[in-house]
């Protein structure tokens, strides 16, 4: 994502120089050309919109086949922490477009075998996915199995927002890394370590690995209250393990990209 949030600024820093005006989903798409062309990367939409259409208070619910978006209040009774494990990762090296072959590859078999249309994954139920994988290889049939749950798991997650039930929505967080660890195959020692970790601690609310892994860091749901004490407990907790402390800051959602008139 930090990719992602450079193209962005970059993008709206040339736009006003250059007095060239477009929308958001355009200059997205942009950004995701260049992670395509330029560094070999088959990403999708999430980062460049995200980072371009953030609320303060609020969390970013996108569809990506209409590709529109909406804002979903996260409340005042939550905050994020943000864990760099500084764990390396390089998604060009091949290991994440691997993962989006697999699922395209799982896709047109679910095409081929149920009974309505099937596009992509989000076509696909988790039921369908246990009554219909067979024919597929266990691999592949386990990478297409964690974007079909995601897509589950997002549309629950933005009712239990709705319904103020954070303790359910950080369930969900759980539950996306588990998947992520043992279907998708894209965490690694370092993020699991830091997941582990924080189910131990009191006051966290949900924890899952963010990005495209790897790598990189976690992401962990507490209250605003139990944010110092968590923080401190996590960074203790991977320095017993690795060494050295994980970085971990306290973070809020806020604005998207946008330009400061001085």
Not at 40 to 60: E, F, N, P, R, Y
Request: aromatic share 6%; proline share 3%.
């Amino acid at each position: 994502s930090s990719s992602a949030a450079l193209e962005m600024c970059s993008g709206l820093a040339l736009g006003r120089l250059y007095g060239i005006s477009v929308d958001t989903v355009t200059l997205a798409k942009i950004g995701q050309k260049a992670e395509l062309v330029y560094a070999g990367c088959k990403c999708g939409l999430l980062d460049q919109i995200s980072s371009l259409a953030g609320q303060a208070g609020k969390l970013v619910k996108t569809d990506f086949r209409s590709v529109t978006y909406e804002n979903v209040d996260l409340g005042k009774e939550a905050c994020f922490l943000m864990c760099n494990t500084h764990a390396k990762h390089a998604l060009v090296d091949g290991a994440y477009n691997k993962l989006r072959e697999a699922c395209e590859q799982a896709a047109a078999h679910f095409a081929k075998v149920l009974r309505h249309p099937v596009h992509a994954l989000r076509d696909v139920s988790m039921a369908e996915w246990a009554l219909y994988k067979r024919g597929l290889p266990e691999a592949v049939a386990n990478r297409a199995a964690h974007p079909i749950g995601e897509d589950e798991r997002v549309l629950k997650g933005a009712e239990l927002l709705a319904k103020g039930d954070l303790a359910g929505f950080g369930a969900l967080m759980f539950d996306s890394h588990e998947s992520s660890r043992h279907l998708f195959e894209n965490s690694c020692e370092e993020l699991d370590a830091v997941v582990d970790a924080a189910k131990k601690i009191p006051g966290i609310l949900g924890v899952r690995m963010t990005g495209g892994g790897f790598g990189g860091s976690v992401v962990v749901l507490v209250h605003p209250r139990d944010a110092e004490t968590a923080a401190a407990a996590l960074a203790n907790a991977y320095a017993a393990k690795f060494g050295q402390p994980c970085d971990v800051s306290v973070i809020t959602p806020a604005a998207g990209a946008h330009i400061v008139k001085a």
